[in-house]
Structures are given as structure tokens and as C-alpha cells.
């Protein structure tokens, strides 16, 4: 099978993302193996960088409110899967899916798929590569909404020229 | 002349107080002339200019880029999303 | 949160797996991300092991049947989610599905999902560690039928005494 | 004499031609000679005790392993499960 009939899927969207849907897509006839990671909106979350946090550094979140530069980040989107192919040449099937909108706890808002013949060919790192790669350059924001007030969550990436 | 269309996101939207912004800007104006124009004239963004990532036709640029005619400029904070 | 709150969820089942069901099951209010893996049936497979097959060494399956020593395999899942949360504190909600019965190419056949409060947790490489895992101790056995015959895939490992 | 109940599964049912058996054992007897006494009674299965794997009571048990009284006891290839 060529390379060009390899499914890529990116996607950003306010319905909800339906992963059985997506991994049926990424499926092909030689693929056995799929690795997937989603994001959740957290309803307590300790504040950013500090995963040591006392139990006073918690906070409730409302909800989170997404924005995208949509034809951007697509085009970012696509940017992510050709990295990815060109790091493991063994995945077949690429699906990266971000929702936007207003999302409440527990709702998944991001996902990365990455399918292959084998497990042991990538699909994991893939995947990995996948979620660190969208939350550096592809242009999507959160507003996180709580009870003591509302602030943007802003990320540290300063991309590069051309990247 | 060059016409060049603005798209604020995020804070950046916010400050402005608008999601877009056309101006007409001289052929030889870089993204740094382009921020201090900003700065001069929407004091208001200032906070937001000192981490700001620009776009040029959904593509990163450097301070130095110089802007093209009927460029697509996106103007945000590093992205957050996931 | 104590761990005993924390969800864990085995089942050998003939259903179809739902992902976006599992997947609700194990994200907790305090739960930011997922790490899945699920393996499906390989329409065209290259001889077990070699990754670098020939084309003539590929051949059609038609499908699978699994088999399970059904009580066995769910003492044995929990096991695994057990040494994965004895590896990995930060790991929430726990996962592990295997569907049995007759099985055919590009259906979901295992399931192993993991949720964290961060993606920096260990949710890749306990999922990881999960498939990898199941794969050694839980007693499971599939039966490939193709058109040219059918025989049992075996595995390698000999698990030791009490593990 | 102990009463044991044993499982087989994939290629020792299909060699066994049956999912179970109910045996009665001496008290003393070892996997090991539940071993030779099924490859002594049931020939065809030889070919699939070499590699077999054998559990007590749902748990992994070596060759050595005393079997207990009304043990529970799966037969069954290396796992190939997923």
C-alpha cells in the first residue's frame, strides 16, 4: 500500500469526539495496532507546572472555552501528521481532532491516533509526539472558567520561523 | 501602499476589543514595524505585544519578516490548546 | 482522592468494545488525560516477528477466534492493572477489555486505557506496559482460519510460578 | 486420594478432544506426574505438553508443584491473547 492512501484525519470541531468513529477510519486491512491519546477538561486541577501542588494550590474549573485559528491550525494539524510520518515510517493511520467551544469537566477535547501493523513500531512515541507537537504549534486557546474568575491559559512554545 | 488584514486571537482579541483589523501599511513594513505601530496606536495591547506569536499567511515569522501584499497576519499568545 | 476510588475496569466480553464509553468510565473530575491501546484483527499479516517481510511472506486472514480461560484471565487482568498502579502512582482509572469469540480483519480486538491527571504521568508507557503485559500472563488464545487453513498462534512466554 | 478437575484449553482441548476431565490423584502427586500420567493415557496430547503451561487454582504453577486437594487445573499453550 502507498504512503498516499494512508488515512489522515484532522479535524477541529464543536461535536464530540467520537472515538470509536475515528479509529474505525484509521483502520486499514493490515493495521493492528492503535494508540490514542485523548485530553480532558479537569473539573480540580492543580495549578500549571506544579505537580508537586499542596492541596491548597487546587482549583475547581467551571468550564474551559476553546478558540482556534481554524484554517491555521489545519493547516498545523497536517504539519503534526507529516512529522510524525516522517519520524515512523511504519504508521498508517493519522487522526488529530481538536474540539472547541465551551467544554465541562470530564468532556474529552483533544485527540491523537496513530495506527500501525505492530505495536512495537512507534505508535506510542507517534502519539506522544502528536499531543507535545499540537500544544506547541498549532494555534488553539483556552479560557479557563472557575468560580474565583476567569484567565487564559497561555502555553510557553515560541515557534520558530517556518515551523 | 500594502493592504494587510489583522486577526487577533485570544487576549490578544480581547485587549483589541476586535477580531480584525484592515490597514494599509508601506511595502517595506517588517512584523517589528508592524508591532510598534500597535503599540503606538492601541496602548492597550501592549501587555499582550511582549509574547505575542505573528503569523503571515498562516505561516510563524520572525520580527525581520517583512510584510506581503494582502498578507493574512495572525496575532495570538503561545497556543494553549490540548 | 484515595486509590480505592480510583476505577478499574476487566472484562472478557463478546460485545463490541466502546471506546467512548471505557473511556467515561475511567476519567475522574481530576482527570486531564488518556492513554489507549487497542489491537484489531490484521486482514493481511506478515509472519509473526518479521517485521520485515517479504511480500510473499504475507498472507489473508479471515478471521480470529479467541478463547479465554474466562475466570483465570479476569484474576490475571486485575493483576496487571495492579502492577501498573504498583509502577505508576499518578495512574486514575484503569481499563482492560478483551473481546473473544469469532473476530474478523479491522475490528477492535483489546483494549487497554489508562487515565492521569497530566500526560507527563506515565499514561503512555503504562498503557504500554498494559498490552505488553496481557500479552504474557493473561490466558487468552486466538485461533487464525485463513484461506489456507487455520492453526493456533502461540506465544512465547512461560510465565513463572506465582506470577 | 485427591479429586482435581482439569481445564484444557486451545491446543490441548483440541488435542484432548475435551474441555475437562475429572481425575482422582494421589495425594502427593506433583504436576510433573500429572504430566506423565496424561502423556501416558492420552498419547496425542504429547505433542502439546512440552510447551504446556499448567495453573493451580487460577495461579501459575511449576512442574514441582504439589497438587492440592479439588485443585482447579487450567492446561494450555503459551498465551497469545490481545
Given amino acids: 500500500m502507498q504512503p498516499s492512501n494512508f488515512p489522515t484525519i484532522f479535524s477541529i470541531t464543536e461535536d464530540e469526539i467520537d472515538l470509536n468513529d475515528l479509529l474505525a477510519r484509521i483502520t486499514l486491512t493490515s493495521t493492528g495496532a492503535a494508540a490514542i491519546f485523548t485530553g480532558m477538561v479537569r473539573g480540580e486541577t492543580s495549578r500549571r507546572g506544579s505537580t508537586q501542588a499542596n492541596a491548597g494550590d487546587e482549583h475547581q474549573t467551571e468550564y474551559l472555552e476553546y478558540e482556534a485559528y481554524i484554517p491555521m491550525a489545519e493547516e498545523k494539524m497536517k504539519q503534526v501528521a507529516d512529522e510524525i510520518r516522517a519520524k515512523w515510517d511504519a504508521i498508517e493511520g493519522i487522526a488529530i481532532v481538536q474540539r472547541i467551544g465551551k467544554l465541562y469537566p470530564k468532556t474529552p477535547t483533544v485527540l491523537i491516533a496513530c495506527t500501525a501493523a505492530h505495536r512495537d513500531t512507534g505508535v506510542f512515541e507517534a502519539a506522544r509526539y502528536g499531543i507535545d507537537r499540537l500544544k506547541e504549534i498549532v494555534p488553539i486557546w483556552k479560557k479557563e472558567v472557575s468560580p474565583g474568575g476567569e484567565f487564559w491559559v497561555e502555553g510557553e512554545y515560541m515557534p520558530k520561523a517556518g515551523e | ?82
Fill in chain 2, 1 to 82: 501602499m500594502n493592504h494587510v488584514k489583522l486577526l487577533f486571537f485570544a487576549t490578544l482579541r480581547e485587549r483589541m476589543g476586535i477580531k480584525t483589523l484592515d490597514l494599509d501599511v508601506p511595502a517595506d513594513l517588517t512584523i517589528q514595524g508592524l508591532k510598534d505601530r500597535l503599540s503606538a496606536e492601541y496602548p492597550k495591547v501592549n501587555a499582550s505585544l511582549k509574547s505575542v506569536v505573528v503569523s503571515i499567511n498562516r505561516e510563524f515569522a520572525p520580527d525581520e519578516s517583512v510584510i506581503p501584499q494582502n498578507a493574512e497576519i495572525g496575532m495570538f499568545p503561545p497556543v494553549s490548546g490540548g
